[in-house]
């Protein structure tokens, strides 16, 4: 394979992806990530007024198409909606980030069914109608790339309270790959990241506590928390045509937390 071959695996100038949870930490800069090479955006989250700032700030620096959907990706009229207005918007739909998420700390003997079902429904059910919803588009070009955004918690335990959250994300794993066997014939591609440690709305408290940071450093090979640049690389690799040979896989950006 040629430099130019090489480097036009990564072409995805000019596709058209949605990006959830898109209003707030790791999902901006996964949107960051396809906007800087070209892609077309629908960045989807329930804090509307959030994503016409992120939208704005895409457009202004990268020149590309963002246009920003209110999406509770546990609701099935909002998940068709937002990939409705891709269509209507780009034509298609040949990305798809699964990136809406949280968690709940408490004890599980304290936890209520509330906060369970909360979190499995956005972490797991989420995800489910969205890539579900996306193949349905993909389908019809018979090419497609989703990228499910699991954890290592969805592999490991560890002294955080957060049952829900290592269920959920564990299951994102597994849908992974059965989606991934199940839409290979139509040439839809299914991964999934799995974050360590990334500073993040919903990692503030954990950074600022002083014995957790200890924990987790003295947990991370490499000696640091991740930064965002860490994540752009391998969501573009499974997000191009570069990756069309793999499908069903969970690539862990952990620092080589899960290598222990």
Not at 60 to 72: A, L, S, Y
Not at 165 to 189: C, F, M, P
Request: aromatic share 8%.
């Amino acid at each position: 394979m040629t430099k130019t071959e090489t480097m036009s695996c990564y072409n995805i100038r000019n596709h058209n992806s949605i990006v959830t949870g898109a209003s707030s930490g790791l999902g901006i800069s996964f949107a960051e990530a396809l906007a800087e090479c070209g892609a077309n955006l629908i960045i989807a989250a329930r804090r509307y007024e959030k994503l016409v700032h992120v939208a704005n700030d895409l457009k202004d620096r990268h020149g590309v198409e963002v246009i920003p959907v209110r999406t509770d990706v546990r609701q099935e009229d909002d998940v068709n909606r937002m990939v409705k207005m891709a269509v209507d918007s780009f034509g298609s739909v040949e990305i798809l980030v699964n990136n809406a998420g949280v968690a709940s700390l408490s004890p599980s003997v304290d936890m209520t069914l509330e906060e369970w079902r909360k979190v499995i429904d956005i972490n797991l059910t989420g995800v489910f109608l969205c890539a579900r919803t996306a193949a349905r588009e993909m389908i019809k070009k018979k090419y497609g790339k989703i990228v499910n955004i699991a954890s290592i918690y969805g592999a490991v335990g560890d002294i955080f309270h957060a049952a829900p959250y290592y269920a959920s994300k564990g299951a994102v794993i597994n849908l992974t790959r059965a989606l991934a066997i199940e839409w290979a014939q139509y040439k839809i591609n299914v991964n999934s990241i799995a974050p360590g440690f990334f500073p993040s709305e919903m990692t503030e408290e954990v950074f600022k506590n002083e014995d957790a940071m200890k924990h987790i450093l003295a947990r991370t090979p490499i000696g640091r928390t991740g930064e965002h640049s860490d994540l752009k690389a391998v969501l573009i690799y499974l997000a191009s045509p570069a990756s069309n040979y793999v499908t069903g896989q969970t690539i862990f950006v952990d620092g080589g937390w899960t290598a222990l």
